[in-house]
């Protein structure tokens, strides 16, 4: 009878300190998720050890509650997206998206090879460099409610195009550490497979809601417009990782398709609870997967230090040129919003270690890294933000009318 | 990067089914909740495969989000329960709990001993008919929105009875048939915790929050009332299994508590989504956990059918008897409220399998005479209370008033 004792105890030991720590980050003028992020850091099994490595491994009810969340929180972001005002920044964020791959890819590579990996160990390393995690940067986007803005918009559109472009360098440099020729047919279609689902669903889902959104007042049931919305983006998480995509992806494509609908308020309003409880989860485990130990050296933080300095400078660099056309503070504002690599280099890494590629130390550094990208990230955007925010009209009037 | 995608892939499944099973229960006049039962034994390892065994085992994320649901399904039913109502069915609901404890208990033993079984034997597999499982009668109720009524107020009272009750009555079984004395000093003790918690809780936290219910305004955060009882629920869930009590128990006095706080309407309202999006889990993996195979011979099916008579008829008579000073009408519908042993009754015969009282043939019959009873009582539970409700207020009038 008792056996969900231990489970419901992990729960709300993860649940409390991310309102703890929310609620002290929100005090010193910091996003709340920074808090979030630094409680799982604390409870942790660096720190205090509530929570075991066991807890957090992939496929624990734990880690399945943290993508549940991530999924109903990048959902949530594509309700307040509308495909029209994404179409109007294509070119920037398509610049943004690819810059945002090539320039981090080859810095990762250099610097890797410069350590004295070989070249072909040295791509897989630069693979950890690329893939931006959205999760963070929505929710700072969401927190601050800017998600109207131009820059969110080239952000949003540009984190899809990144997610292509890594998964598909991701199974380039697998293949040649696999000792395995490129396959280049293989590789287009795989190109063409996730192309091809993002436009679909995308561009028709959106087209087939806006002519028929009365179907969601048919049945009975009467919060069936928000059941059947999440079948939808369950469905659309799940088909994405099909593709090779991020489940986050056709979860944003279902809120966006669904902000389509009349019912648009209805469901934006209903799904904040579903946040409230369930995104902590995964900010509390993406903190709880830092493993402190393995940096407590000079020469490890040392390295620490490189990393994430080129990590961070080689994509604020892509997302700067490819958003330039915005004017420099904006274009700033999409490069910082493009930095968070989040748990898909905590991903590469752990692939690299179990292919024999990373030692145990460059695999905590690169999976600190990219946490310190997912660290950092959110009070300096949100201070972009803020001031971009003070400086008025004027410029605003301007970054809004650069892209179209 | 995909590991989630076949974890994915399950949720999608089992919420898409739950909302097929639960539209189509509704178009035939049926409780929703009847449908998503019916969806679970479907897509179960019984019929479809669609959910393999290992999907629905304890600890795996699938039953630890039903546990999650079953958890705020009752913390909303809790939120739509005053402690001064329920102290007003006090005298009636102690009856119902009692008498439905003693008489399933009697009847189970006596079947069991007429089967062939020790006493001792008997005794546990007797204890596998008494506990109320309060999940399904409480979302029948919410689904019919007569919360609100005497009878509706004597069950959810009678259950927390039923579940300290049934609770020592296991630990009593267990002792004595692990060859141990009855230590009665440990049993009182442990009653005594059971009945402090829940009344120290119970009394105390509502006492505590209606003079202090600004506090829950002190926070930043926007959704921070509802973050704050959210993480009162999953503590005090957490708590009341280190009581030995069922987690939804610590659930519905979290939801009590926090409905004597002034933001009550809209923490009922804020909780409406998460039930949409977790409820359907408990009911669907309580549906897939029916093995029919072990009931296919007209033997097994002719024992199922009479333990089932037993289960339901025993609880009856305990819940109407109880009752009896609310009217026959009311006392029929508390009786009928209080027959579903659902989870419950499946994991004490779990026991008894792994102790090795029961055979493999025994186990299913109970597991499945504790879902029958499950299935049948909201049909039952609906038709009573529609047909009730259109006798008109002469009848209300009486039962409102025959108990305080």
Redesign the interface.
Known sequence: ?????D???T??II??AA?IG??VA??LKLP?VVGEIAAGCAIGPSLLGWLSPGDIL????V???A??GV?LLLFAVGLETRLDDLKKVGKSAFLVGTLGVILPFAAGALWAHGEGFAWIKSLFVAAAFV?TSAGITARVLQELGVLQRTESRVILGAAVIDDILA?LL?GVVSSLQGGGSLDLQSLVLTLAGAIGFVAIIGWGGTRVMRSKSGWLEA???P??A???V??LC??L??LS??F?L??IIGAFLAGMIASETRQRDELEH?????L??LTPFFFVVTGAKINLAELASAQALWMLAVVTLIAIASKLAGGFLGALSLGRRSAAIVGFGMVPRGE?GV??ASLGLAAGVFSEQIYAIIVAMSLLTAMITPPVLAWLLRRQGEDGQRDDGKTASADG
Request: no cysteine; glycine share 6%.
């Open positions: 009878m008792h056996h969900a004792s489970i419901l105890l729960l709300f649940f409390i309102q929310a609620e929100q005090r709340g992939a496929g624990t009810p880690d399945v509650l993508e549940i999924v893939a998964m991701l049945p009975i049931n919060h069936s928000l059941t059947l999440l079948a369950l469905g998480a799940w990782t099909r090779g991020a489940a209903q799904t904040l609870p579903l409230a409880f898909v991903v590469i």
